[in-house]
């Protein structure tokens, strides 16, 4: 009796099952790429996936020293979350 991961390959179904699972596993093999070749030709381009920041890490932390505001005002000024506030301050430490 030969058993892989509890699948008894005694019986005919198992067979079966086994058999078509080696067959669809053969059958992605041959007709798709890597799963993620786009991001590799991307990068190869020099592209970039991510948007750019839309505001700059230290004219936060200026903007905030200056004016020796709270997390919150500064990002109501900004328009920005409080996290990226907190981001952007932690970066410039």
Not at 20 to 41: C, D, N, Q
Not at 65 to 74: F, G, L, P, R
Request: charged fraction near 25%.
């Amino acid at each position: 009796m030969v058993s892989i991961e509890g699948f008894d390959l005694a019986t005919p179904a198992a067979q079966l099952m086994l058999t078509m699972l080696s067959a669809v596993a053969e059958l992605e093999r041959e007709t798709s790429g890597p799963p993620l070749a786009g991001y590799g030709a991307g990068e190869a381009d020099s592209r970039t996936l991510r948007a750019d920041k839309a505001i700059d890490d230290a004219a936060v932390v200026a903007w905030r020293t200056e004016n020796s505001a709270s997390i919150k005002a500064t990002a109501e000024h900004f328009g920005i979350s409080a996290a990226r506030v907190k981001r952007a301050c932690a970066a410039r430490v």
